[in-house]
């Protein structure tokens, strides 16, 4: 699943200087701030896509609060509970009915009329938020897939200019269409602490002739991290570190990594 990142500060696609979403299922928008960005990243205010539509994954939160798997793709249903991990001032009892609309509608509509049937899925949806925020303190790491250009070619570092994330970048994850909700996020955020992490695109110089002939004029490659989640901003935002990286050339997967970060 490969998806998209905004930069905040040259894109209009998701927020600050760059914003992700895992593509290939819904195309969803970009980043919020700045309204520069570059033309091979779509964008949506101060963030800027990688890809030419930021496609953002998500899926249903219906059943999707199941147990989560480390490293598991950023989706909706589990950013929601690192969201409230690191939200001790949600309030859980306000967002209930929303939780029902969204993650349990055939509940909802069979207990909405009722006023006690109602309080007791208001229970059991309190208690599953509680529950999904209990597995992101459990885990709290996402697997993140991108796509990112490459600069110039140095032959004196061996190495192609490769700094694609900023202060400013942030991974986006829209809420499923059928949660029309107030107390819940309708979008969830994540920022990296430590954009500098991935640095440079090793390579020698034979090998990077190749590449870029090879590649014509794409100068795009796939991007996957591993990011632990650190802390919120609230508002539907979330603090985190890159923890690894790996740089796919996507003409030639079969090939392996051009360059792994933090392994």
Request: proline share 5%.
């Amino acid at each position: 699943m490969v998806g998209k990142h905004t930069d905040a500060c040259m894109a209009t696609g998701s927020r600050v200087k760059e914003s992700f979403g895992p593509a290939n299922e819904i195309d969803r928008r970009a980043a919020r701030y700045s309204r520069e960005h570059r033309k091979t990243h779509g964008d949506r205010g101060t963030g800027v896509r990688t890809l030419a539509s930021i496609a953002i994954a998500t899926i249903g939160l219906l059943g999707a609060f199941g147990n989560q798997a480390v490293a598991a793709p950023f989706e909706y249903a589990d950013a929601f509970g690192s969201y409230l991990r690191f939200s001790p001032d949600f309030d859980y009892d306000a967002a209930a009915d929303d939780f029902l609309r969204c993650e349990r509608p055939a509940v909802w509509r069979a207990v909405s009329a009722d006023e006690f049937k109602l309080t007791v899925a208001r229970t059991d949806a309190i208690k599953a938020m509680h529950a999904a925020a209990a597995r992101a303190e459990a885990d709290g790491t996402f697997t993140l897939v991108t796509s990112a250009h490459f600069g110039d070619y140095d032959p004196k570092g061996q190495r192609f200019s490769f700094r694609p994330f900023s202060v400013a970048t942030f991974y986006s994850v829209g809420a499923p269409a059928q949660c029309g909700a107030s107390f819940l996020p309708r979008q969830i955020d994540i920022y990296f602490a430590n954009p500098e992490f991935v640095d440079g695109l090793p390579m020698p110089s034979d090998a990077a002739k190749a590449f870029i002939e090879r590649r014509k004029s794409d100068r795009s490659v796939q991007v996957t991290l591993t990011v632990q989640v650190t802390g919120t901003r609230g508002d539907g935002q979330l603090d985190g570190k890159i923890v690894t990286a790996e740089v796919i050339d996507p003409l030639q997967q079969a090939a392996g990594n051009l360059a792994v970060f933090g392994k």
